[in-house]
């Protein structure tokens, strides 16, 4: 009787000690895990709240009163998300309520001393010249201002970007006389970074207040940068409009004694058009037994520089009309950074009647653009009413069917 009764207290006493270590590694991986930087390319901090998605949990709360959020101020985490929605305006902004700068919490723990506050007005002497070159037109019309400041963090080597605010824009809806603001940001010439704030409805002085942490990049390259803000204003029913933008080369301005303040004057966008639109290699064959056409986008060359990273990133769109009515579409696969694309890719379209009297085709080369609407980089028409080699093109292949007739083409203004 006595050899059970001790088989059943160390049993007993072996299945408490598994269930700690168990309960003990778990609390472990658990510390270990939130101390952990998440393996994200830049974190979005919205008005001073960081908004890693394990930070969001079911217990948010929203339009809180006073006495409520006082009471709970203590006991709520300091990364969690709190937005007293009774607090906005009319437009749906906060309210400013201090001038103080608020950084990412994971920036909180860094040396006091990469966190002095300073302003500066003035960049690199490139910057200088190209601020000094704008015609006087320009400078007359006034687009606004934009606020924003600059830090390296060199404990998470993490470049870290604070859009403030922006004041003075001009109103794009006539009818309102206002506009609806936001801003995409591009780190230059590589364009791997792409972010843009989130839309302010009705004002002309939008305070965005929102931080972008961009990880992994070292300090040294930090000169070799160059940021891209556009502003611009949204539009539901037709293409955002484009209100300005800023230009703020890297170079010469040292981050590390602080975060910088600073303040730029919006310019108008410059397009950058040129004479030349490039040239666009295309072969077609009209098969007339089966009533298709075949084609095929070949290469593309000498294509314009169409933003400031100084390359595109090229496809082809190829639009097929019957009667001036566009009844059938294809496009070609992107091409990175390259003024001359090798596409290579076939199409073919079934032509709704006989003979391609009434038939035409369109070819669109854009610049892809992640974050707002593709550029038209040029464009090409061939049919039997089309001018010059578009037009010569096309007869060949009306007198020649059944032969796949390939050809270099001037591109125009899209």
């Not at 709704?352 to 028409?381: A, H, K, M, Y």
Request: aromatic fraction near 8%; proline fraction near 5%; charge should be positive.
């Amino acid at each position: 009787d006595e050899i059970p009764t001790v088989v059943g207290i160390f049993s007993a006493f072996g299945l408490v000690f598994s269930v700690s270590l168990f309960a003990w590694i778990c609390c472990q991986r658990k510390s270990s895990k939130s101390n952990k930087t998440p393996p994200y390319k830049f974190v979005h901090v919205l008005k001073g709240v960081d908004i890693y998605p394990e930070n969001l949990n079911s217990k948010k709360k929203f339009g809180a009163d006073d006495k409520s959020e006082a009471k709970n101020k203590s006991a709520m985490p300091k990364n969690s998300l709190h937005l007293d929605l009774e607090k906005r305006d009319l437009n749906g902004n906060f309210p400013k309520t201090t001038t103080k700068m608020e950084g990412s919490p994971d920036l909180e723990n860094s040396s006091p001393k990469h966190f002095v506050e300073r302003k500066k007005d003035s960049v690199s002497p490139d910057s200088l010249k190209s601020i000094a070159s704008l015609s006087s037109e320009e400078k007359q019309e006034k687009l606004g201002t934009l606020f924003f400041s600059l830090e390296y963090n060199f404990e998470k080597k993490a470049f870290v970007v604070n859009i403030k605010e922006a004041r003075g824009l001009p109103a794009m809806d006539e009818q309102s006389m206002t506009s609806d603001p936001y801003i995409k940001m591009t780190i230059l010439p590589e364009k791997k970074h792409k972010v843009k704030t989130r839309v302010l409805r009705k004002t002309l002085d939008p305070a965005f207040d929102e931080t972008f942490t961009f990880y992994g990049i070292p300090y040294s390259q930090i000169q070799d940068l160059t940021l891209h803000f556009m502003v611009l204003s949204f539009d539901r029913f037709s293409r955002d409009d484009v209100i300005g933008e800023v230009l703020i080369p890297l170079a010469g301005i040292e981050l590390s004694e602080g975060r910088l303040l600073m303040d730029r004057e919006i310019i108008k966008r410059n397009v950058r058009k040129s004479s030349g639109r490039g040239e666009l290699l295309v072969s077609l064959c009209y098969q007339s037994t089966t009533n298709t056409l075949t084609v095929v986008v070949l290469k593309a060359r000498h294509l314009p520089k169409s933003d400031v990273s100084g390359l595109s990133d090229p496809y082809v769109k190829v639009n097929l009309y019957h009667a001036k009515k566009r009844i059938s579409k294809k496009k070609t696969h992107v091409k990175k950074c390259t003024p001359n694309a090798v596409f290579n890719e076939l199409f073919v379209f079934d032509i709704p009647c006989e003979g391609l009297d009434d038939i035409s085709i369109e070819f669109l080369v854009l610049d892809s653009d992640r974050g707002s609407r593709n550029e038209v980089i040029g464009q090409l028409t061939l049919g039997s009413s089309a001018e010059g080699t578009g037009g010569e093109h096309w007869k060949e292949i009306c007198e020649y069917p059944r032969r796949q007739i390939a050809k270099w083409h001037m591109l125009c203004d899209g």
